[in-house]
């Protein structure tokens, strides 16, 4: 079993920065792959950016450019830099891990960026 605690949300202003963190405990050794999703009012979740246990990364088109995502093995912990923040970004951001056979979800963290 894998728990999953993510902090650092809160409310900015659109054109700011926030940096979002995950903090794992658990079987962290089965962890590969980890991601930040995220889910607006009245949308369905989506992919934000993605990372594997070999820092490879994968980004959301509407996140290129805007966001980094990284991670720390040693600190069981990713983080999602997230800079250039536009009112469309509000969210509650969720992170995810993959051991391969299963997907383990943090309670997420609110992200509201005004305009």
């Known amino acids: 079993q894998v728990q999953l605690v993510e902090s650092g949300g809160g409310l900015v202003q659109g054109g700011g920065s926030l940096r979002l963190s995950c903090a794992a405990s658990?079987?962290?050794?089965?962890?590969?792959?980890m991601g930040w999703y995220r889910q607006a009012p009245g949308k369905q979740r989506e992919l934000v950016a993605g990372?594997?246990?070999?820092?490879?990364?994968n980004y959301a088109d509407s996140v290129k450019g805007r966001f980094t995502v990284s991670r720390d093995n040693a600190k069981n912990t990713m983080y999602l830099q997230m800079n250039s923040l536009k009112p469309e970004d509000t969210a509650v951001y969720y992170c995810?891990?993959?051991?391969?056979?299963?997907?383990?979800w943090g309670q997420g963290t609110q992200v509201t960026v005004s305009s």
């Open positions: 658990g079987s962290t050794h089965s962890i590969n792959a």
């Open positions: 990372i594997t246990s070999g820092s490879m990364t």
């Open positions: 995810k891990a993959s051991d391969g056979l299963l997907d383990y």
